[in-house]
Structure formats: C-alpha cells, structure tokens
C-alpha cells in the first residue's frame, strides 16, 4: 500500500498516516479502489484552517477507552480473547503498551466476557486502568455509553478495540496530533485493506469528506467494494461525545448501538470529522481468530527484528527468529537461526545466541555463547559458554569464563568464574567456586525423595569423573575426588577423596566361563602372543 497514491492534505501529511479531513481534499466515491484516489490535494482548502501541522501536546488526552468485552467466539478458547499473547505481551497488554506512551490521564477498559480473568490480568499489567463490566453484548456504541456514564468529559477521548496489537503509539499520537490541530469533533483511522471483508466501509461525500461507515452486514454491493475500512480508532472531542452517545438507536442488522453510527449524529450536528488514512495497513489488523493471531505474530516478529537489526544486532535469519517485545538487546549480539528470545531477557553485547537456542527471562553479559541450549531464569556471565544442547534453569548463575557443556543440566546452581562443567552433567543445588572443573557423567545427587540438599565446592577443585556427590556435602578448596566415586562425606581442603571398590581381576575367568566365544578366542590369542 502507498500512500503517495492517496489523496490527502498535503500539509497534513505525515509518515505513516495522511489525512483526508471533511476540507481538503477531492472526491473519492464508494467503490474507488486503492491507488485510485484524486490529485488535487489543495482544492476546497479552507482558508481558515491552520495551514501548518500544529505539535499538540498530548497533555489533552484525557481519557482512552479499550473495548475488550466481546466473546471472541472465533478463536474457539477458554481464554478470553484479548489475554491470548503474541511476542511475549496479551493483546490488549500490547494496546495498552502503545497507549501507555500517550500518558492518558485516565484508562478505561470495557470488560465482559471472561471478566475475572481479563481483570486480575489488567490488575497485574496496568493497575492504574479502571474497568467498567459490559454484562450483555449491546455493541460497540453500548461499551462506550458504558464507558463514559460517569465520565467528566474534558479534551479529548481516544477510543480503540483491545484486539489490535500492532498499533504503535507513533500512530496514535499522529491521530491526535491531526484531530487537535484541526479542531475536529471526530476523527477516524481508516486504512485501505486489501481484503476489507468484515470491517465497516468508510463512505465519503464528492467532496472527498467523511459521510458515515457502513458495518459489512449493513452494506449493499456497492459499499462491499469499498477498500477503505473503519479501523475502530477515533479520538472524539469528549463534549461532543457525550452529547451524542445518547442518541444512538439499533436500528441495524446486529441489532446493537454502533459507535460507528456516532459519526453521522456529531457529522448532522454540524461538526467536522477528520478521517486519516493510515500507510500501512498492517498496524490495524484484529486478531479474531488463531489464523490472524498467528499472521500478527508473524507481522510483529518482522518489526521486532527489523528494529533490532536497525540498532545493531546481527539477526542470521529473522524468519525463524522470535525475539518478545519485552527483550533488550544490545548491539553488536548475533542471534543465529532458529532461536528464540523472551520475557525479561537481556543481552549484552557481543553475545552470539544459537543456533535453536530458547531464552527464557535469562541475562547474558557480554560475549558469552550459547548453542543450541534451552535456558529459563538463567544468568550468564560474561565470555561464558553454554552448550551445545544445555539447559539451564532458573536460579543458575555461571560466572565470567565458566562452561556449562554439552549435555548438561543445572538448576539453582552458581558457578564461579573460570569453573567448567563442561560434560554430560546435572548440578542441581549447588555452588561451584572458581577455577574448578567437574569431570564428566558426574551428578549432583540433591534429592533424598523427600527435600533437596546443597553441594558446596571450592576453588580450583577437581571432580573425578561419573563422581556422584550426595547432598549434603562440601568439597574443600583444592580437593580432589576419584572418577566414579559416590562421595556421601565431606572432602577437606586439598585431600583426595575416594568413594569406591577396591578393583580386583579375577585371572582365566573368560576361558573358564566362555570358552568358544569370540572374547576367549582374543584372550587366548593374546595369551600366545605374550608366549
Ligand atoms: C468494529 C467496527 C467496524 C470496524 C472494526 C475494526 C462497530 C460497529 N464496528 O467492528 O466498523 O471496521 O471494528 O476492527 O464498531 N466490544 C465490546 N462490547 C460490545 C461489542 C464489542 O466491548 O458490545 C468490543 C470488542 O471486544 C472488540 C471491539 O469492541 O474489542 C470491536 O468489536 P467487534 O465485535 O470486534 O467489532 P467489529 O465487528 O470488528
Ligand atoms: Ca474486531
């Protein structure tokens, strides 16, 4: 979609959004298809009208208003709707997120179906939102009666849908700007769909301005051919809102209040209404179903990436590469394919992640390395090596140069800088001082079937191999134990601790015992060759 194509003020102009407002611009009738708009973006300006993009401080929003009650029967859940998440944040925690950036004075969230659940998460992510409860479906213009009953309406209200994760604050601030500068009673984000089935038709007068929206099962054939779809974003003059509201009636093919009807009541009582015409379709697409909720992820794993890729980061492949909205990554990281970044993770620069490796809530200093690991709550010092296939759980804590090698897994454990557990291993409970090494196979024996007890190693301690340590036990700075050993006492600084039987060989048992077989025949063949 471009929007050069469009028709729009041209003064109003702005990078993603152009405005079409009920002055400035030329006919663009029902059934014109995108690309097809009108030319002269100047005919019918009104000379009154402020003919620069006035910066409107965002200090008049004063009330934002999410509409998150509907059922969302289409994704076919337990969940409400607006909780399923994509990159790492709900639906309506993305909204929120991009409304947050307004500093709105007040958040207002219509709730119903799943009520407790939407609530106790809104209570979790944005404690200061009110909630107002939608007990029956009426419709979109019902949630807003609802929402605003006992409102004092002052500036400005900014209304969205808590289904439209994409949305970025730039846009709403872009929205506002437009509708502020221009004084007007409504103004609409409208986007050219490539494919508008479902949405509500945006229907212009010759002059260009915006009559009313059409909802797709109150459209003719000639309204269903129209691109320009009601993407469920308005600020209102909150006066004129609240003046209006009342008068809505259901006289449609749902049978609900439409918000949308709202238009042609402020339109009829002589206010002007802005329609601005947003870029880039993509920001204002809903998730109604999985089909969407997964096209919208997809969408926002490519702005995720392409962000951090403008900051710096190397991502190998950004197709397979899932990085949460909530990450922070320095430059200078490369993420190799199929890896993925979530929750509260940090990176620091020059970490190199992956191939396939998770990250989960996990903090990686500078230069470490991670291979095809899965790692939850980890911390992971700098120019640390973890992998391949680790996987590391919460409260483990590798310190500067330490290894956590293949096949090895750690839990709530902390090892010291310069300390590899570089084989086959599980430590679980433990904490590893520097410069130690633990041999391969070997297994921190933390649970007795009923609690789990802690290991304590010391500096520059060497842990024989397929050694069991069975917590609790302390191995003193220094201090060796023998490969194989099932260590149950404590090892003092600088001894060597064997826990093992006594090895004995009992001679000719194979040519006693399996005379004829392949193993007899090489031990009598070696017999002769000793003579
Ligand atoms: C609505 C618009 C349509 C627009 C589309 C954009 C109306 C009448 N239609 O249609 O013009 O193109 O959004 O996505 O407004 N909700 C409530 N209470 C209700 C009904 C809805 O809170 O009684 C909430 C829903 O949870 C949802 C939002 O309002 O978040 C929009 O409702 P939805 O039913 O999805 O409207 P659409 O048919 O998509
Ligand atoms: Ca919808």
């Known amino acids: 979609m471009v929007a050069s194509t469009h028709i729009y003020e041209g003064e109003y102009a702005f990078r993603h959004c152009v405005v079409a407002s009920t002055w400035a611009f030329e006919a663009q009738g029902p059934g014109s298809i995108p690309g097809g708009g009108a030319t002269d973006i100047r005919k019918g300006l009104n000379s009154n009208q402020p003919s620069r993009l006035i910066s409107v401080s965002t200090s008049r929003l004063d009330t ?13 859940s337990a969940t409400p709707k607006v909780l399923h998440s994509i990159a790492g944040r709900s639906l309506v925690g993305h909204v929120l997120a991009a409304v947050d950036e307004l500093n709105p004075k007040n958040v207002r969230i219509v709730v119903g179906s799943g009520r407790e659940s939407v609530e106790s ?91 009313r929206i059409v909802e797709e099962r109150d459209a003719d054939e000639l309204v269903k051919n129209i691109f320009e779809i009601n993407s469920g974003v308005y600020a209102f003059d909150a006066k004129k809102l609240v003046g209006a509201i009342g008068k809505l009636k259901s006289n449609n093919a749902q049978g609900e209040l439409y918000l949308t009807d709202v238009i042609e009541i402020l339109r009829n009582d002589g206010g002007q209404i802005a329609a601005a015409l947003i870029e880039d379709f993509i920001e204002v697409l809903g998730v109604n179903d999985r089909v969407q909720l997964a096209e919208s992820a997809a969408l926002m794993r490519e702005r995720i990436n392409e962000e951090f890729m403008r900051q710096g980061v190397t991502i190998v492949d950004p197709t397979t590469t899932w990085i949460d909205a909530t990450v922070k990554i320095a430059a200078d990281v490369t993420v190799l394919p199929g890896s993925s970044i979530t929750g509260s993770s940090l990176i620091e620069s020059n970490a190199v992640i992956g191939p396939r490796t998770t990250l989960i809530d996990c903090t990686v200093a500078c230069c470490a390395e991670i291979a095809e690991s899965y790692c939850s709550g980890a911390t992971i010092g700098e120019s640390a090596k973890v992998g391949p296939f680790s996987y590391l759980r919460p409260g483990t804590t590798l310190g500067k140069n330490s290894k956590a090698g293949a096949f090895v897994e750690m839990k709530n454990a902390q090892v010291g800088e310069g300390s590899k557990v570089p084989h086959l291993s599980y430590v679980g409970d433990a904490t590893i001082g520097e410069g130690t090494n633990i041999g391969a196979a070997t297994v921190f024996v933390n649970y007795d079937g009923v ?30 134990t023998a490969a194989g050993s099932v260590i149950t006492e404590n090892v003092p600084a600088g001894a060597m601790g064997v826990a093992r039987a006594k090895q004995r060989n009992v001679i000719g048992w194979v040519l006693r015992k399996r005379s004829g077989s392949k193993s007899a025949e090489a031990a009598s063949k070696s017999d002769e060759k000793k003579g």
């Open 121 to 211: 998460h809104l209570q979790e992510i944005a404690p200061k939102a009110h909630t107002v409860f939608q007990e029956k479906r009426g419709g979109t213009g019902h949630a807003t009666q609802l929402a605003l009953a006992d409102i004092k309406p002052e500036g400005t209200i900014l209304i969205l849908a808590g289904d439209t994760p994409l949305l970025t604050s730039h846009s709403l601030k872009e929205l506002l700007e437009v509708h502020n500068a221009g004084g007007f009673a409504a103004s609409v984000l409208t986007a050219e769909h490539p494919d508008p089935t479902g949405y509500g038709r945006i229907i212009r007068g010759d002059d260009g301005s915006l009559l």
């Open 64 to 76: 934002v208003v999410i509409l998150a009650a509907g059922e969302g029967t289409r994704m076919k």
């Open 451 to 480: 609690e789990k007890h802690h290991t304590t190693i010391g500096d520059h301690v060497r842990i024989g191999s397929d050694s069991m340590l069975v917590a609790p036990v302390e191995i003193g700075d220094g201090a060796y």
